[in-house]
C-alpha cells in the first residue's frame, strides 16, 4: 500500500511541475485572423492603380462618347442591343419561387424556428429519468486505539456496573461501497427514487471475515404550495412552445417582408427598362433629326446654324441614356441580390427580361373588409396575441414562485446483513427491517422581494403588451386607409399621365412637321421632344408607384399581391 502512495504521490508531482512550467500569457490563447496593429491602422488605396489600362483624360473619352453617335441611322443604339443579346425572362411567380429557394437572408430567418423547436426539446428533458449509481473502495488501516472510561451494564453480576475502558485493536479493512438508483421527475413537480445499494465491509487484518449489507429505497418528494402542480412544472415548456410559435410568425413575417423588398425590386427593373426604351428611343429619335437636318442643309433649305442646335439635342440624350443603362444595371443588381442564385450572377452578361405586365385597373376597394382582413391576418398583431399568451404563462408561474416552500417528504427502505452477499440480498425482501420516515419541509424568506418583484415585472409586461396591441391596430388601421388613398392616387397619375403622353406626341409630331415646312427651329423640335420623353418617364413612374402601392396594401393586410397567371394558392416557405 505504502508504494501504491508513493506512485501516485509522484506522478501528481510530476503534473504539478509540467503546470508551473506554462506561462501566464499562454493560458487561454485563441488564434485571432485580425491583429491588434491591424485594427489601429486605416489603409490608404490609390483608385488609379486598381485601372485595368491607363487612366483616360477627358478630350480622350470624348472620341469614344462620339463614336457612340454613329453618323447613319441605327435600329437601336449599340449599347441597348449589347445590353439585350444576354437577357432571359422572369415573371413573377419565378422570382418569388427563386427567392423562397435561395434568398441568403431567408436561409438566416429560417433557422430560429428550428432553434426554438431544439429549446423546447431542452425544456422537456427536465423529465427525463435519471440513472445514478455510486462506487467506491477504501482501505483503512487504524492503529490500536484506547477510549474513554464507560460504565458497563451486564446481565452477569460480575461484570455490571463494571467500568471499563474498551481499547480498539489495530485492524486493516477493505469497505466496498456501490448503490444503483433511477430518479423520475413528476407532472406535479415532485420526484420519485428508486435504489439499491450494497455495503462490503472485509477486515483482513487481525481476523480474516466480510459482513455484507444490501438494502432498497422508494422516496418521494412532493411540493404542496410553490413548484406544485402542472401549471408550475409545465410552465418552461409552454413558454418555449409559445417562443416556437412566435418564432415562426416572425419567420413567416420576414419571409413576406423579403418577398415584398424582392417585388418593389423587380418593377424597379421594369422602371429601368422602360426608362431605357424611352431613352433609347429619344436617341433615336434625335438621330434621325440629325440626318435630316444634314439633308436639309445639303439641299439648302435649313442654316447650317440648326446642325449645332441638333447635335446639343443628340448628346444631352447621349448623356441621359447612359444614365439609363447604369441604373437599369443598378435594379439589375438589387434583384439579382434577392435572387441568390447562379442562374442570374451579379456580374456576367446573363440579364433579367421582366415578362409580367403590371395591373392597370381602377380598383373599387372595401376599405372596412381590408381592414377586418388586416385585423385577422397581419402577423404583427398575432406575435402581439402570442406574447400576451406568453405573459399569461409568466403571470401564474410567477404567482406560483411567490408561494412559501412546503414539500411533503417519504421514503421507506428495508435493509439486511449477513456474512453473505446472497443471504443480505435476499433476506432484505423479508421486510423484519423496515426503515420508514414521512416529513414536511418548509421555507419561506422574510421579504420575499426578488418573488414578488419577478410577479409584478410579468404583470407590468402584460399591461405593456396590451397597450401595444391598441396601439398596432391602430398603426395597421392608418396604413390600410393610407394605401387605400396612396393605390387611389397614383391611378388618377397614371390615367393623367397617358393622356399628357398623347398630347406630347402630337405636339411633338405638329413642332418636327412645321420643321420641315421651315416654321420651327431645331430647339423647338427638341423642347418637344423632352416633353415627350418626360411625360413618358412619368407616366412610367407613376405606374410602378402603382404596382408598389398595391404590394403595400397586400403587406398591411398580412398577404402578398396576386398577379395574373400567378396562382393564389399560399405559398409554402422552405424548412431547412
Known amino acids: 500500500m505504502s508504494k501504491v ?8 508531482l510530476g503534473i504539478l511541475s509540467a503546470s508551473c512550467n506554462l506561462w501566464p500569457g499562454e493560458l487561454g490563447q485563441v488564434d485571432l485572423p485580425y491583429e491588434p496593429q491591424e485594427a489601429r491602422r486605416i489603409e490608404q488605396q490609390s483608385i488609379e492603380e486598381e485601372s485595368e489600362s491607363a487612366p483616360k483624360s477627358i478630350e480622350e473619352s470624348l472620341k469614344s462618347i462620339r463614336e457612340r453617335v454613329p453618323s ?10 449589347e445590353l439585350e443579346s444576354g437577357l432571359e425572362p422572369l415573371t413573377v411567380a419565378e422570382m418569388r ?15 430560429d424556428p428550428d432553434i426554438a423547436r431544439l429549446q423546447i426539446s431542452a425544456e422537456e428533458g427536465r423529465f427525463d429519468a435519471v440513472i445514478g449509481s455510486r462506487f467506491a473502495f477504501r482501505r ?21 456496573g463494571a467500568e471499563v475502558k474498551p481499547t480498539e485493536i489495530g485492524q486493516t479493512r477493505d469497505e466496498l461501497d456501490f448503490d444503483l438508483g433511477v430518479r423520475l421527475p413528476l407532472p406535479t413537480g415532485g420526484e420519485i427514487a428508486v435504489k439499491g445499494l450494497l455495503d462490503r465491509k472485509r477486515t483482513l487484518d487481525p481476523k480474516n471475515f466480510s459482513q455484507y449489507l444490501a438494502g432498497t429505497r422508494f ?26 410559435r412566435i418564432s415562426e410568425v416572425r419567420t413567416k413575417l420576414a419571409a413576406m417582408r423579403i418577398l415584398a423588398r424582392a417585388e418593389k425590386a423587380y418593377w424597379r427593373l421594369f422602371a429601368a427598362r422602360k426608362l431605357l426604351d424611352v431613352r433609347a428611343e429619344q436617341f433615336r429619335l434625335a438621330q434621325e433629326s440629325l440626318d435630316l437636318v444634314y439633308r436639309r442643309v445639303e439641299q439648302g433649305l435649313t442654316a447650317r446654324v440648326e446642325i449645332a442646335r441638333t447635335e446639343v439635342g443628340l ?15 443598378l435594379r439589375q443588381r438589387d434583384l439579382k441580390v434577392f435572387l441568390a442564385t447562379k442562374r442570374f450572377p451579379l456580374r ?15 380598383l373599387d376597394l372595401d376599405a372596412d373588409a381590408l381592414i377586418q382582413r388586416a385585423l385577422d391576418e397581419r402577423l404583427e398583431l398575432i406575435e402581439v396575441e402570442l406574447g400576451i399568451v406568453r405573459d399569461g404563462i409568466e403571470i401564474a408561474f410567477r404567482e406560483n414562485q411567490v408561494l412559501p416552500i412546503v414539500n411533503l417528504d417519504f421514503e421507506y427502505g428495508t435493509l439486511s446483513r449477513d456474512d453473505s ?3 443480505a440480498w435476499t433476506s432484505q425482501w423479508d421486510f423484519d427491517n423496515p426503515d420508514l420516515s414521512v416529513g414536511i419541509r418548509f421555507e419561506i424568506p422574510f421579504t420575499n422581494q426578488r418573488r414578488l418583484a419577478q410577479r409584478d415585472t410579468a404583470l407590468l409586461a402584460k399591461s405593456q403588451r396590451l397597450a401595444t396591441q391598441r396601439a398596432r391596430e391602430l398603426m395597421v388601421r392608418e396604413e390600410v386607409f393610407d394605401m387605400l388613398d396612396i393605390i387611389d392616387r397614383n391611378w388618377q397619375r397614371i390615367v393623367a399621365a397617358r393622356q399628357n403622353v398623347i398630347v406630347a406626341g402630337v405636339n411633338y409630331d405638329a413642332e418636327l412637321r412645321q420643321f420641315e415646312q421651315g416654321l420651327r427651329t431645331m430647339r423647338e423640335v427638341f423642347e418637344a421632344l423632352s416633353d415627350l420623353g418626360d411625360a413618358q418617364i412619368r407616366e412610367i413612374g407613376a405606374i410602378v408607384d402603382y404596382q408598389i402601392a398595391q404590394i403595400d396594401l397586400a403587406f398591411a393586410t398580412g398577404t402578398l399581391l396576386g398577379y395574373s397567371r400567378v396562382s393564389l394558392a399560399p405559398l409554402e416557405i422552405p424548412v431547412n
Open 5 to 12: 502512495c508513493r506512485l501516485i504521490s509522484v506522478c501528481m
Open 72 to 81: 447613319a441611322k441605327d435600329e437601336a443604339p449599340q449599347a441597348v442591343r
Open 97 to 111: 419561387a427563386l427567392v423562397l429557394e435561395n434568398n441568403l437572408d431567408l436561409d438566416v430567418a429560417l433557422l
Open 140 to 160: 483503512v488501516e487504524t492503529p490500536r486505539l484506547n477510549q474513554n472510561l464507560v460504565d458497563f451494564t451486564s446481565d452477569d453480576p460480575v461484570l455490571d
Open 219 to 244: 422516496s418521494l418528494s412532493q411540493p404542496l404550495l410553490r413548484d406544485a402542480g402542472r401549471n408550475a412544472s409545465f410552465a418552461s415548456i409552454r413558454l418555449a412552445r409559445v417562443d416556437q
Open 315 to 329: 448628346y444631352q440624350r447621349v448623356e441621359a441614356l447612359i444614365v439609363a443603362e447604369v441604373e437599369w444595371r
Open 348 to 362: 456576367g452578361e446573363r440579364m433579367i427580361d421582366v415578362t409580367t405586365e403590371p395591373l392597370l385597373a381602377g
Open 421 to 423: 452477499l446472497d443471504n
